[in-house]
């Protein structure tokens, strides 16, 4: 007969959920939150750190990408990709905030800083906000306009960035996402994007288009990336149909996110 005196295994790790995600300030901030084991001594804390990810150019470096979405449209995998440009209307931006953080869903902005006013205290909160909630910034020039030579193109997304690095008070700001002004998605614009390893984020879907098109793309297998602007109409076309889209992306396996957040990595 043999005894076996086996020491005793070691205790998993407690984990305790202090806070519910669904139910406390936590979704009303949009915070994302970091899972910490607690010991016994600190169980009086909370065992969340709050986390919040900032999303720039940097979080790109080491990833393999085409400079442009018409090379490979799959890349989103079944995401739906949330697009918002222009940033001339102040108090729709503002509004088109405050709807993705009541849903907690993130956007790649495409803003023009002359509509940016560095002197309005209310102007860099905003764009401070939208920044430390996880929210991508991309270039979409200075002034909405269509530039005519590579060179004018890094003249202008220098002074871009460096009008943002001012506006958000951090001198590691940077881009990877870029979309041209109108679409003019031209020989110079490519060219200026290919030198400068940039990523070009063409769209699939406007306002114009209902829920069925967007049911059809992805019955088509095509990536789903959907252009709004910061103005009124598409603020109230959001709000009507967010459920609904993401509710879409969520029966074909997808999320509904910003371009960083939908790449599947
Ligand atoms: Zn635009």
Redesign the pocket.
């Known amino acids: 007969m043999f005894f076996f005196f086996v020491k005793d295994k070691p205790k998993p790790v407690e984990y305790r959920i202090v806070y519910d995600f669904k139910e406390d300030i936590c979704l009303e901030y949009g915070y994302k939150y970091m899972f910490t084991p607690i010991s016994k001594k600190d169980s009086c804390f909370s065992p969340y750190i709050r986390k919040i990810s900032k999303v720039n150019g940097n979080k790109y470096e080491g990833m393999s990408l085409p400079h442009d979405t018409n090379s490979n449209w799959t890349m989103f995998g079944k995401n739906l990709v949330l697009t918002i ?2 940033s001339y209307d102040f108090e729709q931006t503002r509004r088109m905030f405050e709807l993705l953080k009541h849903y907690n869903i993130t956007a790649t902005f ?1 803003p ?1 800083t002359i509509f940016i006013n560095p002197n309005n205290q209310e102007h860099i909160k905003l764009w401070r906000d939208i920044y430390a909630s996880g929210h991508e910034i991309g270039y ?1 020039t200075t002034d ?1 306009t269509r530039k005519k030579s590579v060179v004018e193109l890094n003249t202008d997304f220098i002074s871009f960035t460096q009008r943002f690095r001012e506006i958000l008070d951090d001198n590691n700001f940077s881009i990877k996402v870029v ?1 041209a ?2 679409g003019y998605f031209d020989k110079v614009w490519m060219q200026w994007v290919k030198e400068n390893n940039l990523f070009n984020v063409r769209w699939s879907m406007t306002e114009s288009e209902d829920s069925n098109y967007l049911r059809k793309l992805y019955s088509e297998n095509r990536g789903v990336v959907l252009l709004l ?1 910061n103005k009124r109409s598409d603020v109230e076309l959001l709000e009507n149909n967010i459920d609904e889209y993401i509710s879409i992306a969520k029966e074909n396996g997808g999320k509904m996110g910003s371009i960083y957040d939908s790449l599947t990595k």
């Open positions: 440009d222009d495409f023009n979409h909405h979309r002004p109108y602007h």
